[in-house]
């Protein structure tokens, strides 16, 4: 199980760092496009803060579109982890059932040895035990 929880931590790490790999190159290409846009506004005269505003949004997007996406996988890994323990689990009951019920009939045996034992006891006690000490001798 802890190997289990372990791999899923480092899917999980190396889905954030593809993600934060994509934001960064989507980043750059967003900076490149700033600088060719930023040179294009000034000679429009248009603000460059609104063209800075739709690039913020722009990464914001994408990043979001990553993180969903290793939000579902990693979910989608975690039900097939909790479907394998739920397995193993079932199985392992099972055994333990069977473990269980060879117990019960193992002791119901020695119960039933244990009575005819008593009642040969009983039997020896009523004949009485100095006749059969004699004969033992």
Do not use: P, W
């Not at 600088?35 to 913020?56: C, D, K, M």
């Not at 269980?100 to 035990?129: K, P």
């Amino acid at each position: 199980m802890k190997q289990k929880v372990t791999t899923l931590r480092a899917l999980y790490i190396s889905h954030v760092e593809a993600m934060q790999n994509v934001v960064r190159l989507h980043k750059s290409g967003s900076d490149a496009s700033f600088q060719e846009l930023s040179s294009l506004i000034s000679s429009n005269g248009h603000s460059i803060e609104e063209v800075r505003y739709a690039i913020t949004i722009d990464i914001a997007y994408v990043y979001l579109v990553c993180l969903i996406s290793i939000l579902h996988s990693c979910s989608t890994t975690v039900k097939s982890y909790f479907y394998h323990v739920n397995q193993f689990l079932a199985s392992e009951a099972t055994k333990a059932g069977s473990i269980l019920d060879d117990l019960q009939i193992s002791l119901s045996t020695q119960q039933g040895e244990l009575t005819l034992f008593a009642s040969e006891l009983r039997h020896v006690s009523a004949s009485g035990f100095a006749s059969v000490y004699i004969y033992n001798c």
